[in-house]
């Protein structure tokens, strides 16, 4: 084997098909560490619905009566959401812009029923969450966020499933609040990346093999762009998937709620 690699390599064809891949190795490590040293200040967060009893939709809705806590409402649900700091920078409580605060928001008629912090990375960061008078909106609030510092907030209201939704802006996180999840067009297209890079790989042995003879330089960078594709084809979209996953706080994926529930946090709703 050794004396086959040695061989392949005394070849033009072969230094130049090595050439190339450290170069462009040597490229993409430069740009990913380029990518990661700059600055990034990005608040992501998660959420995860469930109907507890419902009677909006029920055929016997106008005979049947759901009370919470005395309160008689169309229907129960629960929706739990995982905040945390998902960048490289301090985010600070006094960055939230006060005409547009960071707040869990209930569409239509629905109304909060109860609301807490259950879970945090650390007591320090201070994370409170508080009602308005109409029990419409949720206001989040926190100390500060160090990287991938986090909490968990609960929310009871009457609403249906995807009524509950994270809205406001933070000074320095243009994106705003971003919710991650998988992406139902990723897992879609993954399998199709991975067929059409395979299957031009495999169609265009022929076609290298055909210009080996006449261009080593263009049978090389044939050979290794092909490679690169298929291999990017195949491995970035699981990456970006371990990567959303990595990025949940581990002191927030040990809580015995969000370990029940993280694969469901992350799924496309």
Not at 170 to 176: A, F, N, Q, S, Y
Request: charged share 20%.
């Amino acid at each position: 084997m050794y004396d086959k690699v040695i061989s392949v390599l005394a070849r033009p064809e072969g230094q130049v098909q090595l050439t190339i891949a450290i170069f462009l190795f040597s490229l993409s490590v430069a740009w990913i560490l380029y990518r990661r040293a700059l600055p990034r200040h990005r608040l992501d967060y998660a959420s995860y619905d469930l109907v507890v009893l419902g009677n909006r939709y029920s055929v016997l809705k106008d005979e049947l009566e759901i009370r919470f806590q005395g309160k008689a409402v169309p229907q129960v649900t629960t929706t739990v959401f995982a905040f945390w700091n998902n960048g490289n920078q301090t985010i600070h409580g006094a960055q939230i812009v006060e005409s547009d605060a960071l707040r869990i928001a209930l569409r239509g008629d629905a109304q909060l029923l109860k609301l807490h912090i259950f879970a945090h990375t650390r007591p320090v960061i201070a994370a409170q969450v508080s009602a308005d008078e109409a029990l419409k909106n949720a206001n989040v609030r926190f100390d500060y966020l160090d990287p991938g510092d986090g909490f968990g907030v609960f929310t009871a209201h009457s609403g249906s499933a995807g009524e509950a939704i994270v809205t406001g802006t933070i000074r320095g996180v243009k994106e705003g609040p971003r919710r991650l999840r998988y992406n139902r067009w990723l897992n879609a297209v993954t399998p199709l990346l991975v067929s059409i890079g395979i299957a031009i790989a495999i169609a265009s042995i022929p076609t290298i093999n055909a210009f080996a003879g006449h261009s080593t330089w263009l049978a090389a960078l044939t050979t290794t762009l092909l490679c690169g594709f298929v291999a990017v084809s195949v491995c970035a979209p699981l990456l970006l998937r371990k990567q959303r996953l990595r990025s949940f706080p581990p002191e927030l994926r040990k809580h015995p709620t969000f370990s029940g529930i993280l694969p469901h946090l992350l799924e496309d709703s």
